[in-house]
């Protein structure tokens, strides 16, 4: 696991991040000098690799994508403060299979750490498409959640579940936030251009979800939408 230089075990809350850039543009309220951002899939694939993904996004290969996103999941981090963890799993577009047991177990012993700190984690349910690395993270939290200290909130993944019904409320400082979005340059135009209707006016508002509601909206879903790996050139 990679660590920030300013590492303390000084957390009141975990914000759980698929990817390096999810937990900014979806979760932002809860970034601060005592958060702490879990990045779960923030690995190099065993061989290098292509995708259309990291093309659309200006890179010339994976190895270049992730050092690149590395850069500006540090910068962001310096900016507003909060502290990192990246477990270092592989993007599902990268097509190199990750054990959900595995993944449960390095979670739970980062979340030990901090037994009094409150989780937040993805939704993923439920939305225009469903990511599979979102999906994984949402199970995991909601099958350790009984063993929590305190129940943890969802947060409505952005792109994804911005058709969502939800309480969606105004954040404060939308002003800093979107700065901070934009540090991730190599994914945020890309994802304006991939999601029509998402724009900077989509990150001013946030929508987060306690585990009761997320249970009973996983019941409701009987066929769900997910993503499919992009090809590798």
Same mark, same amino acid.
């Given at each position: ?92 577009? &990268?097509?190199?299979?990750? !054990?959900?047991?595995?993944? #449960? =177990? $390095? +979670?739970?012993?980062?979340?030990? %750490?901090? @037994? *009094? ?90 929508? &987060?979800?306690?585990?009761? !509601?997320?249970?009973?909206? #996983? =019941? $409701? +879903?009987?066929?769900?939408?997910? %993503?499919? @790996? *992009?090809?590798?050139?």
């Amino acid at each position: 696991m990679l660590y920030t230089k300013n590492y303390s075990l000084n957390v009141n809350k975990i914000i759980i991040s698929p990817h390096f850039d999810d937990a900014c543009i979806s979760a932002f309220a809860q970034l601060g000098k005592k958060s702490l951002m879990i990045t779960v899939f923030s690995g190099f694939p065993k061989i290098e690799q292509r995708t259309k993904w990291d093309i659309f996004c200006g890179f010339k290969n994976s190895t270049e994508a992730i050092s690149k996103r590395r850069e500006e999941n540090v910068k962001v981090a310096k900016y507003i403060g909060f502290q990192t963890i990246d477990l270092g799993f592989v993007d599902w577009q &990268y097509n190199q299979k990750n !054990n959900k047991e595995t993944i #449960k =177990r $390095k +979670i739970i012993e980062v979340i030990k %750490l901090y @037994p *009094s700190a409150i989780i937040f984690c993805p939704m993923s349910f439920g939305g225009l498409v469903e990511h599979s690395d979102h999906v994984l993270i949402t199970e995991i939290i909601l099958e350790i959640s009984s063993h929590l200290k305190s129940p943890p909130f969802f947060y409505a993944d952005l792109p994804y579940q911005g058709n969502q019904k939800l309480k969606w409320e105004n954040i404060e400082n939308k002003e800093k936030k979107i700065t901070a979005c934009k540090i991730y340059k190599s994914q945020l135009p890309r994802l304006f251009e991939a999601f029509p209707g998402f724009n900077y006016l989509s990150l001013a508002k946030e929508a &987060y979800l306690p585990l009761e !509601n997320v249970i009973n909206l #996983k =019941r $409701k +879903i009987v066929v769900p939408v997910h %993503l499919d @790996p *992009s090809d590798s050139e």
